[in-house]
Nanobody
Framework: QVQLVESGGGLVQAGDSLRLSCAAS????????MGWFRQAPGKEREFVAA???????NYADSVKGRFTISRDNAKNTVYLQMNSLKPEDTATYYC???????????????????WGQGTQVTVSS
């Protein structure tokens, strides 16, 4: 059974940094695209970043230059380094993994088959 477990969220001040981790179990995802999404209260879940098996990346415009996605295939883990955090980054952050091995760095939620339970990030002003 595939399981994705996010960690690293918390309460920080504007300008601070956080590093989120998402550890996968149940199968190896070295060939799969892995991504991060977020959902703020009262808003729809939105794409944040994704990385394919070649370590090609894609970012939402709102986080470009501040967030960095990376992966460690040996640990079956994807990371999201978040710098210069803003209050508008406050959300529940979810990691996701697509089921196939196509290297598409998709932004659509429907591309991703496996999802974690989320970790809360709160940025105070």
């Amino acid at each position: 059974q595939v399981q994705l477990v996010e960690s690293g969220g918390g309460l920080v001040q504007a300008g601070d940094s956080l590093r989120l981790s998402c550890a996968a179990s149940g199968r190896t995802f070295a060939r799969n695209t892995m991504g991060w999404f977020r959902q703020a209260p009262g808003k729809e879940r939105e794409f944040v970043a994704a990385i394919n098996r070649y370590s090609d990346t894609n970012y939402a415009d709102s986080v470009k230059g501040r967030f960095t996605i990376s992966r460690d295939n040996a640990k079956n883990t994807v990371y999201l380094q978040m710098n210069s955090l803003k209050p508008e980054d406050t959300a529940t952050y979810y990691c996701a993994v697509n089921k196939g091995d196509a290297p598409r760095i998709a932004t659509a939620q429907t591309w991703y088959a496996y999802w974690g339970q989320g970790t809360q990030v709160t940025v105070s002003s």
